[in-house]
């Protein structure tokens, strides 16, 4: 089993659309959560952290549970600008050396 | 530019012959890592330095590749015998001092082909 799992889409939705991912991560001692963004060809870019309590960034909400070892993302009024990787990232253990899933890819159509 | 460099951002190479990428993380952070990445997926994890210490390797780092990071300051990764399924790009990313929620900066990566 990896240790960071992501559906890899592609989710296709509309401009306006509101969008949910999904990652589970298997090491019940993970202590750091992220959400990162790769555009095509380029290199990842922390989009946000994801604490115990949840955190907003304006249309972006994340969400983290720790008894089912689960994080979400949740984009709301999609952009076409949005259209990209979205990279799910625990981190664990003294070196908190970041682990990523297989991102998920997201592309919003017109 | 202060972000992280990364030399050369394209190699091609044959088979069989030996590569090294460069990495210049941003000024004054502590930690550098060194990631591969294929197409459709995410990146995996390779090495990692705090400063010129190499403290932790991934079970993918085969005896063909090494890391060195001499004066904690920029690092190099050089592949040994280079074979296809090296065919990839290697992201080197730093990030600060700090506690567990200390953001890592990726550069833009050196797209390695083996022909």
């Known amino acids: 089993r990896k240790e960071v799992e992501q559906d890899p889409g592609p989710f296709n939705v509309p401009e306006g659309a509101t969008v949910a991912f999904n990652c589970t991560y298997s090491?019940?001692?993970?202590?750091?959560f992220f959400w990162y963004r790769q555009d095509c060809r380029k290199e990842p870019k922390l989009l946000m952290s994801?604490?115990?309590s949840g955190n907003e960034d304006g249309r972006f909400t994340a969400q983290l549970n720790r008894a089912s070892q689960y994080i979400s993302l949740l984009i709301r009024d999609s952009k076409l600008s949005d259209s990209a990787t979205y990279l799910c990232v625990v981190s664990s253990g003294g070196s908190y050396i970041p682990t990523f899933g297989r991102g998920t890819s997201l592309i919003v159509h017109p | 530019d202060t972000g992280v460099s990364q030399n050369p951002r394209h190699k091609i190479t044959k088979r069989g012959q030996n590569v090294t990428f460069r990495c210049d993380p941003i000024?004054?952070?502590?930690?550098l890592y060194w990631y591969r990445q294929t197409l459709g997926q995410g990146p995996e994890f390779l090495t990692y330095f705090q400063n010129e210490a190499q403290l932790e390797k991934s079970r993918l780092l085969s005896d063909r590749f090494s890391a060195e990071r001499p004066k904690g300051s920029f690092s190099t990764l050089e592949i040994q015998r280079t074979e296809q399924g090296d065919s990839a790009m290697y992201l080197c990313a730093s990030s600060a001092p700090g506690g567990r929620y200390t953001e890592a900066f990726f550069g833009q990566g050196t797209r390695l082909t083996v022909v």
């Open positions: 000024s004054e952070h502590n930690r």
């Open positions: 994801v604490y115990s």
């Open positions: 090491n019940s001692a993970s202590q750091s």
